[in-house]
């Protein structure tokens, strides 16, 4: 089945320590997304890819890069995890086609816990 | 720019009954699309519906249907013969036709448990 993976599902750093998530997909979908998504609260969208363009949303720290290396594979790096990073990592991704955008598909997630 | 809310925060209801979640949102556009997404306690969004804005006729999903009302900006989603696995929260969420990103907007979420 087509589908978003993301490794590992849980991640446990130190303050401070560089950690990278990272999300891959069978869709073949041209569109990456990652969100941050805290306890009961509604994903916060960081960024996004359409191919290889990078799109960063203006109130991501800067402390959050991302990586795109192919079409199937995108990661999330955290430079310096400070413990209000702390969250659900969410993968998402969405073809666009004829200049539109179609719904996104979501990973499972990761769960990064700041120590 | 554009909005999202959902006004309950929790709901409840008994198995086999009929639930449904409010949601109104706020946009100057005239095409776009709306979404309801779940996600259960094991954290992955699933998408339950969509419905594009030019479309007059609800759309529904099996026991999932929605109301939606343009000129109100409305959009609730109905849950017909709740089931356990239903329990989850839910999300409503708008995208543009026209924006250059996908963004999605999400409401606050309303949490669902569904009762035996």
């Known amino acids: 089945d087509a589908m978003v993976i993301q490794n590992p599902r849980y991640q446990v750093t130190q303050f401070g320590k560089p950690v990278t998530l990272s999300c891959s997909q069978t869709?073949?979908?041209?569109?990456m997304y990652w969100y941050q998504q805290k306890s009961s609260q509604a994903p916060k969208l960081l960024f996004h890819?359409?191919?290889?363009?990078?799109?960063n949303e203006a109130d991501t720290p800067d402390n959050f890069q991302s990586r795109r290396p192919n079409t199937s594979f995108c990661f999330l790096d955290i430079r310096s995890p400070g413990l209000g990073d702390a969250a659900m990592y969410l993968c998402?991704?969405?073809?666009?086609?004829?200049?539109?955008?179609?719904?996104?598909?979501f990973g499972p997630g990761t769960r990064l816990t700041v120590l | 720019a554009q909005t999202v809310t959902q006004s309950q925060p929790e709901m409840s209801v008994q198995e086999a009954e009929t639930v449904t979640l409010s949601c109104t949102y706020d946009?100057?556009?005239?095409?776009?699309?709306l979404f309801w997404y779940k996600q259960p306690p094991s954290r992955q969004m699933i998408l339950v519906i969509r419905?594009?804005?030019?479309?007059?006729q609800n759309a529904t999903e099996n026991r999932f249907s929605v109301n939606f009302q343009k000129a109100a900006k409305s959009f609730s989603l109905k849950i017909s013969d709740s089931q356990l696995g239903d329990t989850a929260m839910y999300f409503c969420?708008?995208?543009?036709?026209?924006?250059?990103?996908?963004?999605?907007?999400f409401g606050q979420g309303t949490t669902l448990q569904v009762k035996p």
């Open positions: 998402a991704t969405s073809a666009r086609t004829s200049g539109r955008y179609n719904e996104q598909f």
């Open positions: 869709l073949n979908h041209n569109v």
């Open positions: 890819y359409y191919d290889k363009d990078f799109n």
């Open positions: 946009t100057s556009e005239n095409n776009y699309y």
């Open positions: 419905q594009e804005a030019y479309k007059q």
């Open positions: 969420a708008f995208m543009s036709y026209s924006g250059n990103t996908g963004k999605l907007i």
